[in-house]
C-alpha cells in the first residue's frame, strides 16, 4: 500500500486532513530549505503564534503591571484554567483531574510524596530498566528520603536477554509476584529510547490489584498517542510541555491526578499558596485550604511566562483531536518504516516494535557500529535527528507537521550514503 517515490509521497500530503498545520510552524533552515526536523520527542517545533501570545503578556505587564492579575487580557491569577479543557481532551481524563505547574522532574517528585507512601512491608517500586535518568534519580533519592535502600527497594523490569523490547508480560508477572512489598509501579508511558508504547491499562489494573498505586510519565506520549487516563485507572501521571505538545524549552509541565484524590483536599501533599482556595488565598490567614481539584498541588504564582507558549501551542491542539493525529502518525510512521526496510546500503535494526499500537511516532534505529558517524552524516544533511548512546538514532515524524515528503526526502538522503 506504499511506494518508494516521491509523487506517491505527495500524494499522501495531499489527502492529508492535518496538511494545514505544517504551516503553523517555523523550521529551521538547511541550505535555503526546511531542515528535515524528525527531532519533535525532544523539542517541538515553535508554533508561528507563541510571538503574538507573549507579545501580549509583556505589553498587560508593560501596560498595566500589578493590574495583569486580574485585568490582563488572559489574567494571571486564573492563568492555569486556559489549560484544563484542552489538556484534559489530550491526556483523556476530566478537566478537575489536569493542571499545570512546574517541571516534570519537579512533579515526578511531588506526585510521590502525596501517592508514594511506603511502610516497612509495602515499600518497593517497580520501573523500566534504563528509564530515562532523571526518572530514576528522582526514584532513587526518594527512596533513600524516606530511609531504604535503593538496591533493595527499586525493581527494574528489562528486556529479555538478547532482546531490546520489555515483554509486557513479564511486567504484570513481575507485579504479581511482588504484591507483598510493591508500594509503586512507575513506568514511562513509552520508553524514550526504544520507542515501546506499554498498555497502561493492563499495567494499572495489574498494579492495583497488587494494592500498589500505578503512576506513568507521559513525557514521550503527551500529543503524541491519544489516552484514556480517567478510564484506565491511573492513579496519577505527569509530562513535559516541550516534545510533541511544541510549548518551548523547559516549558511548565503537566500533571494528572485522579479525582478520587484530586477531591479530597485532605489528601497528603506539600502545599503553597496557589494550591489554596482562590476565595481565601489572600486573606492571609493561618491554615492551607486546598482546591477541591488537581490544582491543590499548585505551589507557586502562576509562571505566565513559562506557560504563554503552551496556552499558545495547545490552541492549535484544539483545532483537530488526538485521534485524527494517531491515524495520521500510524501512517507517517508506518511509511517510514516501509521506506527504511527499502535499503540495504546501511546496516541497522528497528529495535522500536513494529506493530503500530506498541508505538508513538517514534522509529530508533539501533547501528551495531558506526551509528555516530552515520549520525554526523545525517547532520551535515539537514537531517535532525538525535542520538543515544548505545547506537540509537532515534527518528520521529511529528504527525502534526511533519510531511509524507518529508520521510521521502529522509529516505532518498539514507538511500545515497555508501557503505
Ligand atoms: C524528557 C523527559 C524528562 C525530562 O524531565 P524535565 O524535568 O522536564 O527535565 C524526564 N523523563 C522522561 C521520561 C523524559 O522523556
New binding site residues.
Partial sequence: MFDNTISFAQQKDKEDVLKHFRSEFYFPQHNGNDAIYFCG??LGLQPKNVNAAIQQELQDWQQIAIGGYLHAKNPWLYYQHNFSKPLAKIVGCKENEVTVMN??????HLMMLSFYRPTKEKYKIMMEAS?????QYAVETQIKFHGFNPDDAIIEIAPKEGEKIINEEDIIEAINQHKDSLALVLF?G???YSGQLFDMKKITAAAHKAGAVAGF????VAGNVPLQLHDWDIDFA???S??YLNAGP?AV?GTYIHERYADDINHTRLAGWWGNDEATRFKMEKGFIAKPDASGWNISTAQVFNMVALKASLELFERTDMKTIREKSFELTSYLEFLLHQLSNINFEIITPLEPERRGAQLSLYFRERGKEIHKKMIDSGIIVDYREPGVIRVAPSPLYNSFEDVFRFYEILKNFNQ
Fill in positions: 520527542n525532544s517541571t516534570l522532574t519537579v512533579n515526578l528509564a530515562f535518568p532523571s526518572d514511562g513509552i520508553n524514550y510519565d507521559l513525557a514521550h505527569v509530562w513535559c516541550y516534545k523547559g509541565g
